[in-house]
């Protein structure tokens, strides 16, 4: 009887310990895929994945295909997974956003492919952002383990999906039936060892050396259990991210040397002696962690860790309680991992595709982004506004073929871009209303790691209004041919080697010589109709400055326009007087591409010289009247004046033109060193406009005078005389200093303000401000030098008690230009701010931007509730009063005389209530 007692407490005892066993390793199992997922979650850069919407369209979306290769790696870095994904919640539904499949595989799930067999550990993940590994449980593909983590958005934390791993049940049953064959093999020794007890009281030799066996495999199994603790130590050392198990308390058990590494300590008795809780740069954080872990695992947390040097690092921390089979805490223990750089490459990624984005955005010509079987993936907005559709889906709905007008260049610039970039590739397109306009088309195909094409991506340019101007220009050309040929001047043209490009009509009937006989020739033909002979002429000057061409020509004259003379000469037998012009002709770089050559006779200007000389009298007259002040005088240093109008003989303050042009130039001058400044300029240039002077007048007062002035030269080039106009500017002068004065006492009247004056442009630029504004919002230098209003804005909000209602306020008045406003702002540090603001706007309604205001009346209010609280405590006394008076009425005998008794009580009340009150008053 005692035998089967014995037997019997040895079967439960197995029983328990088998349950023991299978429970500590599915537990083991747990956080070991546990682990795994979310340190999968963690470790992969999942930034955009929050921009997959789950429909087919993600289909060859550059994120979708980034996403893919993760979830590939991911299967190949775990060998027991069947299937690796990506889900998310749409529409309160489990949807795929991505697989590791292939897509031929019977297992794919394409994106927006809805999960019905979902277990509820999704919803959970989502609810809870926490890790979780479910199953058993049975779905159309099978029956599966699954460990469920999240993906969170890098910026605001959400989850924006859920990262799965799913393991076959039976390959995670059979894991787990070791540990079940374990106990039942413990359990079976027990048993026998309990026969052998109960049969070793008759066969004590035989129960000698079953014991001895028993503890052979007691022996065996212990030395598995160190050779599995050995190699978990061996894994432990050798990862690369730091492992940690420390007490509740703080007490750091075990760091292998990637944590020590990584913060820099020899070893784990350093570590201990500088203490967990100074190893945190927010003591905060720790005490979150410290109550999150109670609640279950932890993963992806992150915070700044210090190293044994002080300088911190950006840590992701995965850590879960370990507890004793009594469920008391025993210690904790995780992963740190230094993600600093992770999130500095990511930020610079982010960073990065921000600004390309913007480029992309504020591209003036369309950018597009399509699938070789063309759908459209991507499209600017200056496309979008080019086509004539408000989104990039009204304009896939459109379709991208419908787009050519010809549906056949559309196919010819796809074969095209197979072979190669595709640039200027013009077509007609269509916009959404059915009007057409020339496009001009870049384009490239980018192709995979593997070469097979991935998208096409180019720009699209409306060239319509460009191909109109060549069409013009080209119509232009041939209208400036056919004027050039119907000058009525000899005209001829030559290109940049000298050759005759342009022989007019007039040329001909002067020389006589056909443009046929001489277009297309060089080496000076040109020249010989007039000298008999091969030799430069003006047209070379204007060329190539040829200097040879001086001794032929009178009056040779060259200024920026070109170059002039005059030549006797002798042609097709008669005497004429020749007068020429020749300039050089530039492309649209400013090289010279040519030059052109006019020829006039003037013969007969030269018989009419008498006329011009009787003409002159009247033009001295039509001087004389001119209101303007006029002159002739020599330079520097004579400076006589030759002739003068009584116009400007007034300006200086002289009687008659005749008594002005005695006095020297030079004295007119109040620095008369300026004037020979003036005459050397205008010497170097030939004449000068617009030139403002100080001169002054015959009495010696000063004035503002605008002088414009040309040097006239004489036949050899000699200065003869400089002719010139003055205009008296001192009002216009006098008006500008007034407005520099009125700038000034602006600027001053800001400065000295006690309000906070802050003045922002239409694009949002800070173009003005004072000191006093700086002060109360305490604006970082940065910012201001940044003069951004956007900026200024951001670095305030944190100031306020209701940033969100201060920011409607500012964009809802940028959006309502002529509006005013005045509004009170609460700080959180207990000022109030009284803020006006009022549109600049021009006399003629331009907006040119916004004036702010702002005022401390933190004092103002506190008075003002000082006041209030008296008014309050004055009403209460005066109802005590009103009281009072009204009980000793109705107590008060009626034989009395009316309140006569009461008379120095209610005066003594009135008066305490008086005094309440002056205390009450703000100062």
């Not at 929050?50 to 979306?61: E, M, N, R, V």
């Not at 913007?358 to 600017?380: D, L, S, Y």
């Not at 007609?428 to 306009?437: I, L, M, S």
Request: charged residues 30%; hydrophobic residues 40%.
């Amino acid at each position: 009887m005692l035998g089967l007692a014995t037997l019997l407490v040895a079967l439960i005892s197995g029983f328990l310990l088998t349950r023991v066993l299978v429970t500590r390793a599915e537990n083991d199992a747990t956080r070991s895929l546990t682990a795994r997922i979310v340190t999968a979650a963690a470790s992969r850069t999942w930034d955009r994945v929050g921009t997959l919407q789950g429909l087919a369209s993600d289909q060859g979306k550059p994120v979708f295909e980034e996403v893919r290769k993760d979830l590939r790696r991911l299967q190949e870095a775990n060998a027991d997974a069947r299937f690796v994904y990506l889900a998310a919640l749409r529409g309160g539904q489990v949807v795929f956003l991505a697989d590791a499949e292939p897509a031929d595989s019977e297992g794919h799930a394409p994106p927006g492919k809805v999960y019905d067999d979902a277990g509820p550990g999704f919803r959970r993940v989502f609810t809870s952002g926490q890790a979780v590994v479910e199953g058993p449980y049975k779905d159309h593909r099978g029956v599966w383990v699954s460990g469920l983590a999240p993906v969170r958005d890098a910026r605001t934390g959400a989850v924006v999906a859920v990262l799965g791993l799913d393991i076959d049940a039976n390959r995670w049953a059979s894991g787990l039936a070791v540990y079940r064959w374990l106990g039942v093999l413990l359990t079976a020794l027990a048993v026998v060892a309990t026969l052998v007890i109960f049969v070793c009281a008759v066969h004590t030799t035989r129960a000698n050396a079953l014991f001895l066996s028993e503890i052979d495999e007691r022996r065996r199994a212990a030395e598995a259990v160190r050779a599995a603790e050995s190699r978990w130590r061996e894994f432990v050392s050798g990862a690369p991210i730091g492992i940690i198990r420390a007490t509740v308390e703080g007490h750091i058990i075990e760091a292998n040397p990637a944590l020590l590494k990584l913060s820099g300590f020899a070893i784990l008795e350093q570590m201990n002696e500088c203490g967990l809780v100074n190893l945190w740069e927010s003591p905060q954080d720790r005490e979150r962690l410290r109550e999150i872990v109670f609640n279950g695992p932890v993963t992806g947390f992150e915070t700044q860790l210090k190293r044994a040097d002080g300088s911190t690092f950006t840590a992701s921390i995965h850590v879960w309680l370990v507890r004793d089979e009594q469920g008391q805490p025993r210690f904790v223990e995780g992963t740190v991992e230094d993600v600093t750089e992770r999130r500095r490459a990511a930020e610079a990624v982010r960073a990065a595709e921000s600004r390309w984005r913007e480029f992309v955005a504020g591209a003036p010509i369309g950018v597009i982004r399509t699938t070789v079987e063309g759908c459209i993936t991507e499209a600017n907005p200056a496309l979008l506004k080019l086509s004539g559709f408000e989104s990039l889906e009204q304009l896939n709905e459109f379709g991208l073929v419908n787009l050519y007008e010809s549906p056949e260049d559309r196919q010819r610039l796809l074969e095209a871009v197979l072979d190669g970039p595709v640039t200027g590739f013009e077509t007609q397109f269509k916009r959404a209303g059915g009007r057409t306009f020339t496009a001009s088309i870049h384009a490239r195909l980018v192709r995979d790691e593997q070469g097979r094409p991935r998208f096409v991506e180019g720009t699209i340019e409306d060239v319509t209004e460009r191909r109109r101007a060549e069409e013009a220009q080209k119509a232009s050309e041939q209208r400036l041919s056919s004027i050039i040929s119907f000058l009525p001047d000899a005209t001829f043209v030559v290109d940049n080697e000298g050759k005759v490009i342009a022989w007019n009509q007039a040329m001909e009937a002067l020389t006589g010589v056909k443009a046929t006989d001489i277009l297309g020739k060089g080496d000076h033909e040109y020249a010989l109709p007039f000298y008999g002979e091969r030799r430069p002429i003006l047209i070379d000057y204007a060329l190539s400055r040829d200097t040879r061409v001086g001794d032929a020509y009178l009056n040779m004259r060259i200024d920026d326009r070109g170059v002039s003379g005059e030549a006797p000469l002798s042609l097709q037998g008669n005497q004429v007087y020749l007068a020429a012009k020749a300039a050089a002709l530039f492309d649209h770089t400013g090289k010279i591409s040519g030059a052109i050559e006019i020829i006039r006779d003037i013969t007969d200007r030269k018989k009419a010289e008498e006329a011009l000389l009787a003409s002159e009298e009247r033009y001295r007259t039509l001087i004389s009247n001119l209101p303007v002040g006029l002159y002739r005088n020599t330079p520097w240093p004579e400076g006589r004046l030759i002739t003068a109008n009584p116009a400007i003989a007034r300006m200086f303050g002289y009687a008659s033109a005749e008594e002005f042009m005695k006095v020297r130039s030079g004295d007119t001058w109040v620095d008369p060193a300026g004037r020979k400044a003036f005459s050397d300029r205008l010497l170097a240039q030939d004449q000068v406009a617009g030139v403002e002077v100080h001169l002054k007048k015959r009495d010696g007062t000063p004035f503002w005078g605008s002088i414009t002035t040309k040097v006239v030269r004489n036949s050899r080039g000699e200065v003869e005389y400089f002719d010139g106009m003055i205009e008296d500017i001192s009002e216009r002068k006098h008006a500008e200093e007034e407005l520099k004065l009125r700038n000034v006492l602006l600027s001053t009247q800001q400065e000295v303000s006690l309000d906070g004056i802050l003045v922002v442009d239409m694009n949002g630029k800070m173009i003005s401000f004072n000191q006093r504004f700086v002060e109360m919002w305490g604006i970082p230098n940065e910012v201001v030098e940044s003069r951004s209003d956007e900026r200024a804005l951001q670095s305030v909000l944190v100031m306020l008690v209701s940033p969100e209602e201060f920011i409607a306020k500012v964009n809802y008045l940028y959006d309502n230009l002529i509006e005013t406003s005045r509004d009170e702002i609460a700080l959180v540090d207990g000022r109030t701010f009284d803020r006006y603001s009022a549109p600049m706007l021009g006399s003629d309604g331009i907006y040119y931007g916004r004036v702010w205001y702002f005022r401390d009346i933190t004092q103002n209010k506190q008075a003002e509730e000082e006041l209030r609280k008296a008014k309050v405590t004055a009403e209460e006394a005066s109802r005590a009063k009103g009281n009072f008076l009204a009980t000793r009425e109705r107590h008060q005998p009626k034989r009395s005389p009316p309140a006569r008794a009461d008379k120095r009580y209610i005066g003594d009340v009135e008066d305490r209530s008086r005094a309440h009150l002056a205390k009450s008053k703000p100062l």
